[in-house]
């Protein structure tokens, strides 16, 4: 029996506006970096200070913060320096910088409390139902994030009601293809790189417009289970 994997970031889960909410919460205006007074109450700012405050974090975007995302590489967007030491010494690589940010410092802001795209639970359910019922193929969820990522993702999960029966986490994007003969998902290293045999189906966006795939759509939602019964009786035909 085949086999239909769906990627849960960029496909089900929007990742990317809840890490944009993050970043600039931390990096832009931290809510905890207020002004006090000496006896520790919040100072209240006049008109002309919120201004000024205002047009600091508007530059402050400008530096740190390129949109739209038109490219799959977060550093191309979000800016991440080395963090060096008191010594002169890097204590963490712009690598390392963002993945303590995703998977230590807000792994369940960004993993567990970001909200899914319009109706994806509920299409992954009806997907993996139609295939269950009439004995056509088996559904995977599929996912690339490890750690802390993963505890906040269940939560997630359970949040949108998405009722998986399998989930497989791969440690490279290019190993859900492993698990699966048809894959509907975003990432460009997917869809460039298909094995010979099997399907990509691609979820819209900015940043994978350039990629071409059998099949695309803008939404999981709008991808109707008679729809991929239809590519697995022409997958037999052939």
């Given at each position: 029996m085949k086999t239909i994997g769906i990627s849960l970031d960029g496909v089900i889960r929007d990742f990317y506006t809840e890490f944009d909410k993050q970043y600039r919460k931390a990096f832009i205006h931290n809510p905890s970096l207020v002004e006090m007074n000496r006896d520790m109450t919040l100072k209240?700012?006049?008109?002309d200070e919120l201004v000024l405050l205002e047009k600091k974090i508007e530059l402050k975007e400008k530096e740190l913060i390129t949109l739209p995302m038109n490219s799959y590489d977060l550093f191309n967007h979000y800016k991440f320096d080395n963090t060096v030491g008191m010594d002169g010494e890097t204590i963490l690589s712009p690598q390392e910088a963002l993945d303590e940010f995703m998977y230590q410092k807000f792994p369940f802001q960004i993993f567990g409390k970001g909200e899914e795209y319009k109706g994806a639970s509920e299409a992954f359910n009806r997907i993996q139902a139609y295939g269950i019922q009439n004995k056509l193929y088996k559904t995977v969820l599929l996912t690339?994030?490890?750690?802390?990522a993963l505890p906040a993702t269940w939560h997630f999960l359970a949040t949108h009601n998405?009722?998986?029966?399998?989930?497989q986490c791969v440690e490279q994007e290019h190993e859900k293809w492993d698990h699966c003969d048809i894959l509907i998902d975003c990432v460009p290293e997917i869809l460039q790189d298909v094995p010979g045999g099997k399907i990509a189906i691609k979820i819209e966006h900015a940043f994978n417009?350039?990629?071409k795939a059998d099949h695309s759509f803008k939404l999981l939602s709008e991808i109707n289970p008679s729809f991929l019964e239809d590519l697995l009786i022409g997958e037999k035909k052939s």
């Amino acid at each position: 029996m085949k086999t239909i994997g769906i990627s849960l970031d960029g496909v089900i889960r929007d990742f990317y506006t809840e890490f944009d909410k993050q970043y600039r919460k931390a990096f832009i205006h931290n809510p905890s970096l207020v002004e006090m007074n000496r006896d520790m109450t919040l100072k209240e700012q006049t008109e002309d200070e919120l201004v000024l405050l205002e047009k600091k974090i508007e530059l402050k975007e400008k530096e740190l913060i390129t949109l739209p995302m038109n490219s799959y590489d977060l550093f191309n967007h979000y800016k991440f320096d080395n963090t060096v030491g008191m010594d002169g010494e890097t204590i963490l690589s712009p690598q390392e910088a963002l993945d303590e940010f995703m998977y230590q410092k807000f792994p369940f802001q960004i993993f567990g409390k970001g909200e899914e795209y319009k109706g994806a639970s509920e299409a992954f359910n009806r997907i993996q139902a139609y295939g269950i019922q009439n004995k056509l193929y088996k559904t995977v969820l599929l996912t690339s994030v490890g750690g802390a990522a993963l505890p906040a993702t269940w939560h997630f999960l359970a949040t949108h009601n998405c009722r998986m029966r399998s989930f497989q986490c791969v440690e490279q994007e290019h190993e859900k293809w492993d698990h699966c003969d048809i894959l509907i998902d975003c990432v460009p290293e997917i869809l460039q790189d298909v094995p010979g045999g099997k399907i990509a189906i691609k979820i819209e966006h900015a940043f994978n417009s350039w990629d071409k795939a059998d099949h695309s759509f803008k939404l999981l939602s709008e991808i109707n289970p008679s729809f991929l019964e239809d590519l697995l009786i022409g997958e037999k035909k052939s």
